[in-house]
């Protein structure tokens, strides 16, 4: 299986994502998906130009799952409810559903469209979303099809990429 990977919407997400694919590259063909204001400097995603360009890359592929940080997860989890995406698996790093909200993202209504199985990896004081708050919500939303984990940590920066990397084997291939 090919895995898309997406950083967070932060140009530091651009270093980040980079070791992930290291660290898993000999598992999956691992292909990051670079945002365009990564390359221009700016500070926002284009979601409407970055959805396009994943929804390209996917359109290409049978067998493929996708890992998203962040801002990446609800560009991913929309494109997936929408069906314009079919992963087969997909890993959601600290995915900050607080942020989404603020953003014109009905989380837990996208959620409950994705019928992919879903590995969420949260730490439990991210503040972005801790993980007493992912957990609270996912139950009460009946996300049968989400999995998640717990790292310890209080930031929204996931530096241990080779406990991620065995989360990711371990959830790929169970």
Same mark, same amino acid.
């Given at each position: 299986m090919?895995?898309?990977l997406?950083?967070g919407i ?13 660290e898993?590259?000999?598992s999956?063909?691992?292909? @990051?998906?670079?945002?365009?204001? &990564? ?5 926002e995603m284009?979601?409407? $130009? +970055?959805g /396009? #360009?994943l ?11 996708v890992?998203?940080?962040?801002g990446?997860?609800w ?8 069906g314009?995406?079919k992963?087969?698996?997909? @890993?959601?790093?600290?995915?900050? &559903?607080?942020?989404?909200?603020n953003?014109?993202?009905e989380? $837990? +209504?996208? /959620? #409950?469209?994705v019928?992919a199985?879903?590995?969420v990896?949260?730490?439990?004081c ?13 139950k009460?939303a ?6 998640l984990?717990e790292?310890p940590?209080d ?11 065995e989360l990711?084997?371990?959830f790929?291939?169970?």
């Amino acid at each position: 299986m090919k895995l898309i990977l997406l950083g967070g919407i932060s140009f530091k997400n651009k270093a980040w994502i980079e070791e992930v694919a290291a660290e898993l590259k000999t598992s999956f063909g691992a292909q @990051i998906m670079y945002y365009d204001h &990564w390359e221009t400097g700016g500070e926002e995603m284009d979601f409407g $130009v +970055e959805g /396009a #360009k994943l929804e390209k890359v996917c359109s290409r592929l049978d067998n493929f799952g996708v890992l998203a940080k962040s801002g990446g997860s609800w560009l991913t989890l929309k494109l997936a409810a929408e069906g314009k995406i079919k992963p087969v698996r997909m @890993i959601l790093i600290g995915p900050a &559903w607080n942020w989404a909200r603020n953003n014109g993202f009905e989380s $837990v +209504e996208l /959620a #409950k469209k994705v019928k992919a199985p879903v590995l969420v990896i949260d730490k439990t004081c991210d503040p972005a979303l801790p993980f007493n708050q992912l957990e609270r919500e996912v139950k009460e939303a009946g996300l049968d099809n989400f999995k998640l984990a717990e790292l310890p940590g209080d930031t929204h920066h996931y530096e241990d990429v080779i406990r991620l990397g065995e989360l990711v084997r371990e959830f790929v291939y169970e």
